[in-house]
């Protein structure tokens, strides 16, 4: 291959790239001062709301909070926003953290160490607030006194749980190499 042809075959690549790089910048450059504006905005609005999620500590420790006033009396709302969580946690474990079992078996290991998370949580809560629990979630949290597990083996259960799959996952038990994504083609078709 000659250097004309070396040149032909470069040079077109070479001017995609410059061309995508001096969008990247121009695309930046307008973006910057307003991602910049929201940014700020929701993380002085984040900050404002986990201060006041839960007042702990010297400073705060006499004020309201959200999670003693609000949901002390809005159960329907915190148990809704709990049940989405672990929801949320379900779907994640099952298609990313176990990714590599079929889609039943990934679900089942998910599902059954939310199930053991769930009712520790509301165990803890029993403890805790027992004022925050009614009907179902009061009777999946039932101890030791009321023939059900203790809190401190249902801890024991969750964290074993949660360990092995942390070990599972970091040790990379069965992983396949997934492959590479395509890079867009420079070279002209042969022909």
Same mark, same amino acid.
């Given at each position: 291959?000659?250097?004309?042809?070396?040149?032909?075959?470069?040079?077109?690549?070479?001017?995609?790239?410059?061309?995508?790089?001096?969008?990247?910048?121009?695309?930046?450059?307008?973006?910057?001062?307003?991602?910049?504006?929201?940014?700020?905005?929701?993380?002085?609005?984040?900050?404002?709301?986990?201060?006041?999620?839960?007042?702990?500590?010297?400073?705060?420790?006499?004020?309201?909070?959200?999670?003693?006033?609000?949901?002390?009396?809005?159960?329907?709302?915190?148990?809704?926003?709990?049940?989405?969580?672990?929801?949320?946690?379900?779907?994640?474990?099952?298609?990313?953290?176990?990714?590599?079992? +079929?889609? &039943?078996? %990934? $679900?089942?290991?998910?599902?059954?160490? =939310? #199930?053991? !998370?769930?009712?520790?949580?509301?165990?803890? *809560?029993?403890?805790?607030? +027992?004022? &925050?629990? %009614? $009907?179902?979630?009061?009777?999946?949290? =039932? #101890?030791? !006194?009321?023939?059900?597990?203790?809190?401190? *083996?249902?801890?024991?259960?969750?964290? &074993?749980?949660? $360990?092995?799959?942390?070990?599972?996952?970091?040790?990379?038990?069965?992983?396949?190499?997934?492959?590479?994504?395509?890079?867009?083609?420079?070279?002209?078709?042969?022909?």
């Amino acid at each position: 291959m000659g250097g004309a042809a070396l040149d032909n075959i470069v040079s077109p690549c070479l001017d995609l790239f410059i061309q995508s790089s001096q969008e990247n910048s121009a695309r930046k450059q307008r973006l910057t001062p307003r991602l910049l504006a929201m940014s700020s905005l929701i993380l002085l609005i984040s900050m404002r709301f986990s201060r006041r999620w839960n007042q702990t500590g010297q400073k705060f420790a006499g004020e309201p909070d959200i999670a003693r006033t609000f949901f002390s009396s809005h159960r329907l709302t915190l148990w809704t926003l709990v049940a989405l969580a672990y929801l949320w946690n379900i779907q994640s474990l099952a298609t990313k953290g176990f990714s590599r079992f +079929p889609q &039943l078996a %990934a $679900g089942a290991i998910a599902t059954t160490l =939310a #199930t053991a !998370s769930i009712t520790f949580k509301l165990a803890f *809560t029993n403890e805790d607030s +027992p004022e &925050l629990l %009614a $009907g179902p979630a009061k009777s999946m949290a =039932a #101890t030791d !006194s009321e023939l059900g597990l203790s809190l401190v *083996t249902r801890a024991r259960i969750v964290f &074993l749980a949660i $360990g092995l799959s942390l070990l599972y996952t970091l040790s990379g038990f069965g992983h396949t190499k997934r492959p590479n994504r395509k890079l867009p083609q420079c070279l002209p078709p042969s022909s």
